[in-house]
């Protein structure tokens, strides 16, 4: 049997705090409606919901679909809300909109609000560059547009330039609590006009739709933030979950709850939980399958998990989940959601602190638990059972009631307050008066699109051009590859911010033998259609330089996709990625043992040259100041030289570079064998 409350519970998802309150009953038609009873199951579930998240933000490699957390949230907000709506629609016949959103606000303001100041004057004080940034979000994240705010200022999610801002992960909570504003009046809509079969049938045609608008608003290729970011394409978790209500309420004992079916449910509730598990493990935010009804999937198989939880006599799920370590935790999912980003955005490793790896996931985790439990404690429960209001009442008696004694505490609680509102009076003018910094200069526009465009000629008897500031690549005896039909540009370098802001340097070292196509913010995926449109046009250089990474996954299948559009290609150079992000490791995991499985696939390593050099990068950790820009120019012309002396010494085309091979290239470097321009297969991942 569901177990009944006698107790308050914790936070229904990442944005609320539904109370589930005892369970009493009243006439209803001639019947009796329980109150909705707590469902300890579901705290276990939001708690591995929001452990996922925690561990993905902290960049946890063998995690890279831990953001799905939030869908899971989703789906069990949606559920308990509509849960919740619906025994008070049966218990009388109506829904006090005005109660329901008073104790919403009760609920989530508080901690919300705590969170935006402390913040903010902790921007004020030792981030004033970021002042200016943080205005728009907190206020949009105030009124619960964040997401909106996002869309509209076309602000991308995957993004990597600079620190991120420490309201970011406060778009989730705006998509809820437009859910909570706009949902109850027209669920009262719904019930007075339609049956519960067609209710049920419109909630569940609405999340297919919902998730059809995602797939078709999705492109690959391009920065999906819109479709992340849109209420209109995430809602299909919430409505699933309402619809999971609509289907089944857990106060009322089912006809067909038979044994043999909860057996069933059993089983499907395990599937479902190791289909969420598969794809918190498999899953990352650039992949189309994710747009494309994964999402969908993810929330199916949550509706599934939250059946074989709550059912009447199921037992695997319930003892899985109800446990006092995922309760505990599930009660404080709210709180936990709420201070562990901005924490997490404060402390980057070996930029903001000293650490990296397990020492810093332990302090940021210690540092999460403490601000959570501090904030759950004595903001958000006290609030919770009317603090405010027996606060207002103690104010009133106090001032009614006469005496030196009750002059004294009134004075005190005056100081106090005047000492609060100066200290808001002076954030809010630091906020309003805080300048937004120049623009980096760096990144321009933010794309670069330019070199030589030279296409491929038929072949002639004449002698190759050397390249103006470094030979030629001379390579071994494979018939085209010493001809003079090569007239294409020497280099095609393709890459993101990073290589924004190392073109200038590239083209100085290198000369005009180098064509750059460069854009802020571009993901892996986008980069084979480029490389194959060059390709197409006869102008893909017979070395490719590869600089991918920095805002998002790379993955095996992206990796294969792009040797795949530089076949003939005499190297493809990787270089590998310094950035403080969950992709980091992933990424530079995955270049490292990409290159193992072609021979003319070369790894970069600017993780590791970059590495105790903070004087390399910019406050971001990402991207180079100067003197990092001509070490990784520097780096790139040193691995070019060692290739072409490579080649040169292994085939009759000797040419002689003008940089030298013997400059200093970092230990553990492999290099190809001679390319070969027959298509080859990768070899298999070991």
């Known amino acids: 049997m569901v177990q009944e409350a006698t107790r308050e519970v914790g936070p229904t998802s990442i944005a609320d705090a539904v109370t589930m309150e005892p369970v009493r009953e009243r006439s209803t038609r001639g019947g009796m409606i329980p109150r909705l009873p707590y469902l300890p199951g579901l705290d276990g579930l939001r708690a591995i919901a929001v452990i996922a998240v925690m561990l993905y933000h902290a960049g946890i490699g063998w995690l890279p679909g831990g953001f799905l957390g939030v869908e899971v949230f989703f789906v069990i907000s949606g559920y308990l809300i509509t849960a919740l709506l619906l025994n008070e629609w049966q218990r009388n016949l109506a829904l006090d909109f005005k109660t329901f959103w008073i104790r919403r606000a009760r609920r989530l303001l508080p901690a919300l609000y705590l969170l935006l100041l402390v913040f903010l004057a902790f921007a004020v004080i030792r981030l004033p560059d970021q002042v200016a940034r943080l205005r728009g979000d907190a206020i949009a994240s105030f009124f619960y547009v964040l997401n909106w705010f996002y869309i509209v200022r076309q602000q991308s999610y995957f993004e990597a330039i600079g620190r991120p801002s420490l309201f970011q992960h406060l778009w989730s909570l705006a998509i809820e609590e437009q859910f909570y504003l706009f949902w109850p009046p027209l669920l009262a809509l719904g019930l007075r006009v339609l049956t519960r079969r067609r209710l049920l049938a419109m909630l569940l045609i609405t999340a297919a739709a919902s998730s059809l608008w995602m797939a078709f608003l999705y492109r690959p290729g391009v920065d999906p933030s819109r479709v992340y970011y849109g209420t209109d394409t995430r809602a299909s978790g919430l409505l699933l979950g309402s619809a999971l209500a609509v289907g089944w309420a857990p106060w009322q004992p089912s006809k067909w709850a038979t044994q043999k079916l909860i057996g069933w449910l059993d089983r499907a509730g395990i599937g479902a939980l190791l289909v969420m598990l598969l794809l918190f493990l498999r899953v990352d935010q650039s992949q189309a399958f994710l747009y494309q009804g994964g999402f969908a999937l993810l929330g199916l198989a949550t509706a599934a998990l939250i059946a074989g939880t709550i059912a009447p006599g199921a037992r695997i799920l319930p003892r899985l989940l109800d446990n006092r370590p995922l309760r505990w935790l599930g009660e404080r999912s709210y709180s936990l959601y709420l201070w562990h980003w901005p924490i997490f955005t404060v402390t980057r490793p070996q930029l903001d602190v000293p650490l990296d790896g397990i020492p810093l996931l332990i302090v940021r985790l210690g540092l999460t638990l403490l601000c959570a439990t501090l904030s759950y404690r004595y903001v958000e429960r006290p609030i919770r059972q009317g603090a405010l209001g027996r606060l207002w009442m103690g104010l009133?008696?106090?001032?009614?009631?006469?005496?030196?004694?009750?002059?004294?505490?009134?004075?005190?609680?005056?100081?106090?307050?005047?000492?609060?509102?100066?200290?808001?009076?002076?954030?809010?003018?630091?906020?309003?008066?805080?300048?937004?910094?120049?623009?980096?200069?760096?990144?321009?526009?933010?794309?670069?699109?330019?070199?030589?465009?030279?296409?491929?000629?038929?072949?002639?008897?004449?002698?190759?051009?050397?390249?103006?500031?470094?030979?030629?690549?001379?390579?071994?005896?494979?018939?085209?590859?010493?001809?003079?039909?090569?007239?294409?540009?020497?280099?095609?370098?393709?890459?993101?911010?990073?290589?924004?802001?190392?073109?200038?340097?590239?083209?100085?070292?290198?000369?005009?033998?180098?064509?750059?196509?460069?854009?802020?913010?571009?993901?892996?995926?986008?980069?084979?259609?480029?490389?194959?449109?060059?390709?197409?046009?006869?102008?893909?250089?017979?070395?490719?330089?590869?600089?991918?990474?920095?805002?998002?996954?790379?993955?095996?299948?992206?990796?294969?996709?792009?040797?795949?559009?530089?076949?003939?290609?005499?190297?493809?150079?990787?270089?590998?990625?310094?950035?403080?992000?969950?992709?980091?490791?992933?990424?530079?995991?995955?270049?490292?043992?990409?290159?193992?499985?072609?021979?003319?696939?070369?790894?970069?390593?600017?993780?590791?040259?970059?590495?105790?050099?903070?004087?390399?990068?910019?406050?971001?950790?990402?991207?180079?100041?100067?003197?990092?820009?001509?070490?990784?120019?520097?780096?790139?012309?040193?691995?070019?030289?060692?290739?072409?002396?490579?080649?040169?010494?292994?085939?009759?085309?000797?040419?002689?570079?003008?940089?030298?091979?013997?400059?200093?290239?970092?230990?553990?470097?492999?290099?190809?064998?001679?390319?070969?321009?027959?298509?080859?297969?990768?070899?298999?991942?070991?």
């Not at 002689?656 to 298999?684: H, I, K, N, W, Y």
């Open 396 to 686: 009133v008696a106090l001032w009614r009631a006469p005496g030196q004694r009750s002059l004294r505490r009134i004075q005190a609680w005056s100081a106090g307050t005047g000492a609060t509102l100066g200290v808001l009076l002076a954030l809010g003018i630091a906020l309003v008066s805080a300048q937004a910094p120049p623009p980096d200069s760096d990144f321009g526009t933010g794309t670069i699109e330019r070199g030589p465009s030279i296409v491929a000629t038929p072949e002639t008897t004449s002698p190759p051009s050397p390249a103006p500031d470094i030979a030629v690549a001379a390579t071994p005896a494979p018939p085209g590859l010493c001809s003079p039909a090569i007239r294409t540009p020497l280099i095609t370098a393709v890459g993101d911010s990073v290589l924004v802001a190392g073109a200038e340097n590239l083209e100085q070292q290198i000369g005009d033998n180098i064509y750059i196509s460069a854009t802020v913010g571009r993901q892996a995926v986008q980069v084979p259609a480029i490389l194959k449109e060059r390709r197409e046009a006869g102008a893909l250089g017979a070395i490719v330089l590869i600089d991918i990474g920095s805002n998002g996954y790379v993955t095996t299948a992206d990796f294969n996709a792009i040797m795949a559009e530089t076949n003939g290609a005499w190297a493809v150079l990787f270089l590998n990625v310094r950035v403080p992000r969950e992709w980091e490791k992933a990424n530079n995991t995955v270049l490292a043992q990409g290159v193992t499985r072609y021979p003319n696939a070369v790894l970069i390593d600017w993780y590791t040259v970059s590495d105790g050099h903070p004087e390399y990068l910019k406050d971001d950790g990402v991207h180079p100041y100067q003197v990092g820009r001509e070490v990784y120019a520097s780096l790139v012309v040193r691995q070019i030289a060692q290739l072409q002396q490579r080649w040169s010494a292994e085939s009759g085309c000797l040419l002689s570079p003008q940089a030298s091979p013997t400059d200093d290239v970092p230990r553990g470097q492999r290099f190809p064998t001679p390319p070969r321009v027959a298509a080859r297969r990768p070899r298999a991942t070991l």
